[in-house]
Structure formats: structure tokens, C-alpha cells
């Protein structure tokens, strides 16, 4: 087992905002089971802002603790803000991650990311 | 770090099971014993000219016949190293190097250990064919197979005995057999297979053979391999003229001693010690197959090491479950790529044709000295909980479960 | 046997001092001490991916760094090994095989361990080129030889920090600065200096160090490697990615547990534990030459390891004489062809030219942690007596008589 | 040190008849130190058989027990008696000797053989 910090292992055993969101605004999916990790982002989205964010993750301690992690980060925030949560964050926010374990940080701001995007996408068509 | 974690978290169990024996076992206290007056009081060096050294060599001598006895060899042909992973690569390229037979040609099998595996990719850079002979979904060898790879080129085929991680068992002697015949040398890495099954070398018909003493209870840094007469090797540490020239180096007395000590324990004990973890091995097995469900067995059902499970717990992936495990005090390995530091998933587990997802949910589940039936009610309640909670945050089992409603509504 | 029959003749001595600790001494027991909790308590797979490899990896590090703290270096750039050939084969073998410096001449000295030199031999057979560089009556190499030596094919260099058999200290930093300048790898095989002479890679200049816990009190199996960052080296044991993917096998961790500790220890106490067995290796040689006419000091006067000796006692055999002080309690070594398990005479002593005759009576005298001055006049009685009583039955002897004879009468 | 049977021991430790004999009648000399052995026997002859037969040897264990063996079995003998003493039976009369050692034996019987030689050549010059 890597030396998984604190903030990894609380989030890790108690992983906050499990599931999917009812009628999400906006999904996103990354990774697959090849990898190791796969993670789905679902969020609500109100008035331009992130409502709620939840998700489902396939994968080791790190992506647990880095989906939920991101989940927190991103709840409340604009899509402009949301949209602005990198990796590197994540992965501070943590109390850092193992050197084997930093692609774990990229997927959940990748599939937050997605999420977003899958929900701009919409917003146009619906728009135009 | 995370001992401190667990400890202000509240997390720290009270259970301490250790389901990872294969990965390590605490040394038998009486081999501990045999070993102790090897350290301080008769320390000599068996090489030595004079009286110190008669007291160790007469030791290793002994702890020979003792290694040989438990795989019905001679003990002029037992020579001693310090890992099975040593061992395994004296066969191969001491017996490429000594180049006594002409040929370019290398047959193993897929699930072979890396000691093994990554020799032969080695030597395929420089220019050798290898063949590396596939296995079946419980992870066996087709010696049709190992027939068809023979060519006129074929210089050594190197099978292991057992799979430590599927606990699988090969027809050895069926598959020798078939080396013989071409009068091609045949090796068997037994490291996971010694102490824990039956062994001899003249019904195995192998003419080389590795095992290791910290597979069963001896000490670390302990193996041995057997060379049959007539099989010439290359020496890969070259020096001194210990173990017949074909490993130098000052013995290492202890873990000698130590390796002979526990070769006659499971000589000795071999059916009871067995019996015993092969029973506690079935009982855990049929519980957690009733408990939890999608649950899959990987490796034979029936021709597997005795203190073997290996499992694949279905949507879920390895580390996590190893972690949560732990947390509840009880101790496994996976096969899933996170917990590699290679960061790749098992080759046995993809092997024998487990899907990505399977393999990184396995669990490698190994007895030893103080498993119990008495965990097993623990045991079972804890991974049945586990396996639920990570499931309900798994996106594949989700999607499971909406194909499932589909399917049952249609 | 021996021993049978020493009882039966009355001839067992009460005596019991050894000299002979190159060979092998006894394990330090705080060293032991340190150690035991790693057999049957702390005995997890420091590779393993859950709590019970923690104690044992985190143990394995701080030897890790005891042993790079006792050679100036980075524990990162230390890796363990099982013996000092290894570390030694894994050197030239894997230096070779990597292949990173284009060429095809190594240079080493024609007094090194035959962990070196029988490797060397091999690859000479192979068709690389190979310089034995000579040394001097003491036993030196002179950096000029070096010098000539190396040319554009040059791919290693490998020069021992001590010999144990002799005890000459080689002026390591003025040799390795010739390698340095030409940017050719240099290796130190100080299997027979580390923990009795002070070593720093960095002041040495050395980009490869050998050393071996056994030669100073810590366990047999237990060795290391320093390997400077940028050296490029092919595993020679492949498999698992242990010791960073430089040399596979589950680690010994009881044994590296103990070489760092006796590193340790040595690193604290050397100059008090070196002091004291110099002062009485130079009382002992003082006494012996005293008492025995026709004895010569092999070796360097002054650049010699601390707890060495090694004289030659003319006119008589080294076996012989291994014998007699046997049967009087006092147990040594020789470098007699009689003594030797391959039945050749000490290489080093012809290297610095002694002749046979001498070669064949040569003792090799090493100090211990039991050795103290009181022995001295027992063992210098019993020397003087057994070489009297051997020459008096050598016809070298009496010949050398005659001669003096007929001199002194001239 | 080798595995020596008692009676090599006994040899060893006590070895009988060292030295010259005074106006030898025949002298063998063997081996050289490079091998790591010499001997030198020197006999007295009367009545065509071995009155005396004494030895100087360098050499390990092996090759003193020999020595004291072979000057044992030479003593008393008639010189074809003593001709006729082989390496096997040295070895034998010595408990064996272990495998390496075996040339030693091979010494002991050369060096009598080769006094014996030396003495029959001085005859035959004094009676020819
Ligand atoms: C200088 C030197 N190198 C290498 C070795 C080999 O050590 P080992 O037999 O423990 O492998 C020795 C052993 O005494 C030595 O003195
Ligand atoms: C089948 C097999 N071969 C070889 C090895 C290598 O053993 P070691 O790491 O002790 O060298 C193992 C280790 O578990 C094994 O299971």
C-alpha cells in the first residue's frame, strides 16, 4: 500500500457525495477498467453554478479519495471557477499523492471537466 | 503514516489476519532455533583449513541431504543459493551460457514467475526465440502445446511446478516427458510448489528444479536448485569453489541450516501442516462464495496448492479492497495494477483470459501458521461488507445492474 | 574426525584462539540482537502492498542509509546483495552487458578476488582483452602501470581497496583519478577494507564500491553494492524490480537489517575496534619475529589493514603448520597449495614475488573481537616450537644449514 | 584441513625416523616446493636388506605421515621387498588418505624407490 497521506485515507474511508446526480446537467466518464481506474462525474447545474456533483468510481484509494475530493471542490463553485480546478490542486488539496499515484489526480479533474463540457454542449443546442 | 492515520482515525482493528502468507511467513521457531548457533558460536567458514570450519560444513552437508530428501534427489546434486529468483536465473543462463546444446530456441510458459519471464525477454533481445506456451482458464498447460513448440532448436523448457499467485498445478511428468524423449533440459521453478506438495525430482523427471526455504517457514535468502548429473551449467557468480564452482561466495550458514530445518519439517509434516491449511482454505471459500456475490475463482478448482485462493471480486478494483481489508486487520494481495509497483496488472490473471476489470479485482488469499477457521466468519462479514460498499460507488456495477433490470424486464 | 581422534591422543588443547577472522568471525550479537525481530515478528515482504511490509521496508531503508553513511554516499545509490561476489559479478557482468561505454579492455589488479579475476578469465575467453596490472614486493600497484594500461577500449577498471589475504592498502583516489580523467568506470572491491579502514566514495573517487557485512561482524548473505548515479549496470539476478530493478529476489531483510546495524556499529566505534586489534597485531608481529628466525613479513609494513598479518615461515609447509597450531589451539590460515581447495598456492603472494617455497609456508594472521595481547606469548612459544620442530625435518632447512655453513666458514 | 584417518594423525604428530642416516648407502630425493612437497630419503644397507632409512620432508600433513609410514614399512626389508612397496598400499596401511592427498602417497614410495635405485647404481659401479 502506497503512503497515502491523511487527507487521502479520510476521504478514502469516508468518500463524500457517492452516486449520481437525478437528471444530471452534464456527464463525464474517464478512464476504463484496463487502466485500473474509471470514473463518471454527473452534476447538476443552476444558474450557472455547480448545484451538485456527485459520482462512481472504479478504482484504487487514490482515485476514490480524488473523486470525492474533487466532488467537494466543485460543489458551489461557477462553471468558470469549476472549470479552473487542475490536477496539481487536487492533489494539494490532499495532503499530496504518491509519485505512481499522480494520474489518479488527473482523472477526477478531467472527468469534472468532462462533465462541464458535456453540459455547455447541451446548453448550445438547447440555446440555439 | 497511515499506522498514525488509523490510530487517530479510530480506524485500527483489533483482528490481525494475515491472508498474505505466500508473500512472507514468519521464520518456524524451531528452524529459528536450529540456525541460532550458527550466528555466534559455530560461525566458522565452512571452507576454512581448520577446526571452525568443521562444525558449519558438516551443517550444510546436512541441511543437503535434507533438501534432497524432500524432493527425492541426491544431495551431490543440490547446490545452494541465496532466492529462488538466483536459482531461476542460473538455469537459464548458466545453461545458455554453457551452450552444450546448439540451438537459438527457449520454451516457458506465460505464467511463469518474472525470474523467469524477464531472463527470456532478455535473451530474445539478443537474438533467441522464445516460446512462452499458453494455459487454459484454470491457468494449465496443454502439453499438445508444449509438443507443437519443440523445434530441433529447443535448448531448455522451464515450467513451473506451481502458480503462486492461481495456486495452479502442472502435469510436470507428462510434460517432461515430452523433453526427455528430444533429450532437451527440463526445469521446474518449484518455488511456490515445495513444502506444500509432494515433489520428486525422478517422477517429476526434471532435470533442474528451484525452490525456496522462506516459501515454507524457512528463512529468507535461502533456496536451493537441483542439478541433475550430466547438465552443465555455467556459473553466474563467478569466484570462489563453493557449491561445486557453480556459486561462489562465503556460505551463508544460517539460512542453510535454516532451509534444511524447514525441508524436514515438511518433509515430516507435509501431509498434516496441508491437510489442515486445505481444509481451513475450502471452508473460507465456500462461505465467501455463499456471502458475496459475483465472486470468481481464478486457477484449478481441484489441481491447486493447498493454501491457495485466489478470487475475483467482480466490479470492484484490488487496492481498494486490499485497503479496506486492512483497515478491518486482515492482510491480502491483488492483482490489480495499482498494487504492482510495475504499476500492470497480473500476466497470470490476463493469461487465463480474466478481462481487465476481473484481474484488477482479484484477491490472492495464502494461509500459514496461525490461519484459523475461527476468522472465517470475520473474515467473510468483512469482505461481503467491503465488496458492498465499493461496489455502490462503482460505475460498472451500476451499469450491471441496469443491463440486469433490462434483461429481467424483457 | 579430527576431533575423535584429538580426544583419543591426549592432544586437545585448552587453549582456543583464532586467527583467522578474514574467514569468518561471529556475528556481533547486538547486531543479532537487532536482527531477531525480523525472523518471526516483523517477518512481512517489505514489497507487499499492505501493513505488514511497512516495518520491514522501513527497516531495510535505514540500513540502506547506515551502510551509505559508513561509505560517504547516498542511500539511494546503494543496493543490497548476498555476498560480496555478487555485488562483484554484478559489477563486471553487468557493466559489460549494458554496454553504455564502447570497448573491449578491462584493467584490474593481479591480486584481486577471484570474484573478480576468474570473471575476468571468462571473458577473456570471450574475446575481451584484460590487463593484470602488477604490484610491487608489498604488494602496491603503481599508478603509472595503471596509466599505461588504460587505453581508448578501456571500459572498466576494477582495483580492490584492501586485500585480505596481505593486507596492502591501495592508494585508491590517485588511481581512480586516471580512470576519472578519462571518464572510464572504476570500481573498489572493498570487501576486505569496509569497517576497518576508513572509506568515502567521494574522497576515493570510486563510481563502484563492494562491501560484505560478514567481514565485520554483521551477517553472512549480507553485501552491498554502491553504484554512483549514472552508472549503468544490467541486472544480473533478473526478475522483481527490488533494489531498484538492479538485482531481483525477495529481500533478506534479517540480513540487511544486520549489515546496517554492523555498519553502523562499525562507523561509531572503528577507530576504537581498529585501534585496539593494531596494537596487538604489531606486539604480536614484534614477538614473533623476536622468537622465530627466518620469518618474512608479506604485505605492506605500514599501508595495511589494521587487524592483518601474514608471515612466511621459510624452509617449512603452510599446512603443516596449520595442523600443529591446530592441535595447540590456535587456528589460522595459509596460502599453501595444500590449503587451498583448488590446490594452487596463494596467486597473491606470487604476485609480489615470493617464491614458492615462501608462497608455501605463508600464515595469514587475522585479529578478532576475541584476540587479545595475553595470547601473545602462548602463541609465540607454540610458533616458535612447531616451526623448529618442521624444520627440523625440512630438507630446505637442512640445506640452508650447510650453506650457512660453508659461509661462515669461508 | 582434510579429513586425515587417525593412523595419518598419529604419523603426523609423531612422525618416526626423521632425518639422514649417516654415509647413506642410497639417497632419493622427490617433489620440489612448487608442489608443495620435497622428500628426501636416505637408507643403509646391509645383506642386501634395509638396516636404516631415515627422511627429511617438506610437505603437509599428507606427505609426513607418508614419509613416517614409508620409512615404517622400508625398514628390515629386503631391497626387493622394499621395491615392491606401492603407492596404494602406503596409502592403505595409512587408513586411506583423502582424494587430493593421494599424490602425497605417490611421493613417499618414489623417494624410498629412488634411494634404493641410487644405492643398486653405486653397486653396480663398486662391483663392476
Ligand atoms: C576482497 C574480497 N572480495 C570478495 C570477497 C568475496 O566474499 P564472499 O565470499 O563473501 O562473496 C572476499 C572474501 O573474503 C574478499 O576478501
Ligand atoms: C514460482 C516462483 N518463482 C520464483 C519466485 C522468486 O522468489 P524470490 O523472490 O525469493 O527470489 C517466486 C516468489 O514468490 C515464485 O513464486
Not at chain 1, 4 to 28: A, C, Q
Not at chain 2, 324 to 353: D, F, M, N, P, W
Amino acid at each position: 500500500m502506497p503512503q497515502y497521506s491523511d487527507k487521502v485515507m479520510d476521504h478514502f474511508t469516508k468518500p463524500r457525495n457517492i452516486g449520481e446526480v437525478e437528471e444530471p446537467d452534464g456527464v463525464g466518464e474517464v478512464g476504463n477498467p484496463v487502466c485500473g481506474d474509471m470514473m463518471k462525474f454527473t452534476i447538476k447545474v443552476k444558474d450557472n453554478r455547480i448545484e451538485d456533483v456527485k459520482y462512481l468510481t472504479f478504482g484504487c484509494g487514490a482515485a476514490i479519495a480524488v473523486s470525492s475530493m474533487v466532488s467537494e471542490m466543485a460543489r458551489g463553485k461557477t462553471l468558470e471557477e469549476a472549470k479552473k480546478i487542475t490536477n496539481k490542486q487536487v492533489a494539494e488539496e490532499l495532503g499530496g499523492l504518491p509519485g505512481n499515484k499522480m494520474h489518479c489526480s488527473n482523472l477526477g479533474a478531467d472527468a469534472l471537466h468532462k462533465a462541464i463540457d458535456d453540459y455547455m454542449a447541451k446548453e448550445k443546442v438547447s440555446a440555439g | 503514516m497511515i499506522v498514525r492515520c488509523q490510530v487517530r482515525e479510530g480506524l485500527i482493528s483489533m483482528k490481525d489476519i494475515n491472508l498474505d502468507y505466500a508473500a512472507a511467513a514468519p521464520l518456524d521457531k524451531k528452524v529459528l532455533e536450529k540456525m541460532m548457533p550458527f550466528f555466534t558460536e559455530h560461525y566458522g567458514n565452512p571452507s576454512s583449513g581448520h577446526i571452525l570450519g568443521e562444525k558449519p560444513k558438516a551443517a550444510i552437508e546436512e541441511a543437503r541431504e535434507a533438501v534432497a530428501d524432500l524432493i527425492n534427489a541426491e544431495a551431490k546434486n543440490v547446490i545452494f543459493t541465496a532466492s529462488a529468483s538466483e536459482a531461476n536465473n542460473l538455469v537459464i543462463k548458466g545453461l545458455v551460457k554453457a551452450g552444450k546444446r546448439k540451438g537459438n530456441h527457449l520454451i516457458a510458459s506465460s505464467i511463469e514467475h518474472f525470474s523467469v519471464l524477464n531472463q527470456l525477454k532478455t535473451l530474445k533481445k539478443e537474438g533467441y526465440r522464445v516460446t512462452l506456451l499458453p494455459v487454459d482458464k484454470f491457468g494449465m498447460i496443454n502439453p499438445k502445446d508444449l509438443e507443437a513448440a519443440i523445434d530441433d532448436q529447443t535448448i531448455l523448457i522451464s515450467i513451473q511446478t506451481a502458480n503462486s499467485e492461481i495456486g495452479t498445478i502442472q502435469p510436470i511428468a507428462e510434460l517432461s516427458a515430452l523433453a526427455r524423449e528430444r533429450n532437451i533440459p527440463f526445469h521446474t521453478d518449484a518455488a511456490a510448489a515445495a513444502g506444500w506438495i509432494e515433489l520428486d525430482v525422478e517422477k517429476m523427471g526434471v532435470d533442474l528444479l528451484t525452490l525456496a526455504g522462506d516459501q515454507f517457514y524457512g528463512p529468507k535468502g535461502s533456496a536451493a536448485l537441483y542439478v541433475k548429473r550430466g547438465i552443465r551449467l555455467m556459473p553466474q557468480i563467478e569466484g570462489g569453489i563453493q557449491e561445486k564452482g557453480l556459486r561462489a561466495g562465503t556460505e551463508n550458514v544460517p539460512a542453510i541450516v535454516g532451509l534444511g530445518e524447514a525441508a524436514k519439517i515438511a518433509k515430516d509434516t507435509n501431509s498434516e501442516r496441508t491437510g489442515k491449511l486445505a481444509a481451513i482454505r475450502d471452508q473460507l471459500k465456500e462461505s465467501l462464495f455463499k456471502a458475496v456475490p459475483n465472486l470468481h475463482l481464478n486457477g484449478h478448482p481441484e489441481k491447486r496448492l493447498p493454501h491457495n485462493l485466489n478470487l475475483s471480486v467482480e466490479f470492484v478494483e484490488g487496492e481498494a479492497l486490499l485497503m479496506r481489508l486492512q483497515i478491518a486487520g486482515i492482510y491480502v494481495s491483488s492483482g490489480s495494477s495499482c498494487t504492482s509497483q510495475a504499476l500492470k496488472s497480473s500476466h497470470v490473471l490476463s493469461a487465463i483470459g480474466r478481462p481487465p476489470e476481473l484481474a484488477q479485482g482479484s484477491l490472492q488469499l495464502t494461509l500459514g501458521p496461525n490461519s484459523s477457521a475461527e476468522d472465517i466468519p470475520y473474515i467473510t462479514g468483512q469482505l461481503s461488507e467491503i465488496a458492498a460498499l465499493l461496489r455502490n460507488m462503482s460505475p460498472l456495477y451500476h451499469q450491471y445492474l441496469k443491463e440486469e433490470k433490462t434483461n429481467a424486464s424483457v
